[in-house]
């Protein structure tokens, strides 16, 4: 099994953080290049076993929501039919962490999966640098929020 892993420190406080990622059909909102992204079967973007169906530089990519918790602000989910990548048994998982020295948010993302072990590395560092530039663009969305989509009053306690 390997293991890929980012994370990164935003000045903007957890709920804020957590308020764009939460619903899992955001990607578009947060992920530069991401084009139309839409929730299958009616469900909404916060419900465990929905499916994202989004387009991504010119390749459809579906995923499940497997788990999501407002407690811990995390989400993961899962490849759904063929993954746009060699591996087996993705999983990847988004969470947001309280900074209270600052109010700011630690953000980690990581995946685990199968691969060929000839190509763990390569694939590795081709997910840790997705994350870092996925991650790299949420936070130019949040910068670019006016201040009706921020929370107000947010603190590290919310």
């Known amino acids: 099994m390997a293991s890929a892993y980012y994370s990164t420190v935003f000045v903007q406080a957890a709920p804020e953080v957590w308020k764009i990622i939460r619903d899992f ?68 998982t988004l969470r947001i962490t309280p900074i209270v020295d600052g109010d700011g948010a630690f953000v980690e993302w990581w995946a685990t999966f199968d691969c060929d072990a000839a190509g763990r590395d390569e694939l590795v560092g081709t997910l840790q640098g997705w994350f870092g530039k996925w991650l790299e663009s949420l936070r130019d969305t949040m910068g670019r929020l006016p201040p009706r989509f921020r929370l107000e009053g947010a603190t590290a306690a919310n």
Do not use: H, M
């Open 25 to 92: 059909n955001n990607y578009t909102v947060w992920v530069a290049g991401a084009g139309e992204s839409r929730i299958e079967d009616g469900k909404s973007g916060d419900t465990v076993g929905a499916i994202r169906n989004v387009l991504y530089q010119e390749r459809r990519i579906r995923q499940r929501l497997l788990a999501q918790s407002d407690v811990e602000r995390s989400q993961t989910y899962e490849f759904c039919g063929a993954p746009s990548l060699p591996v087996t048994g993705f999983q990847a």
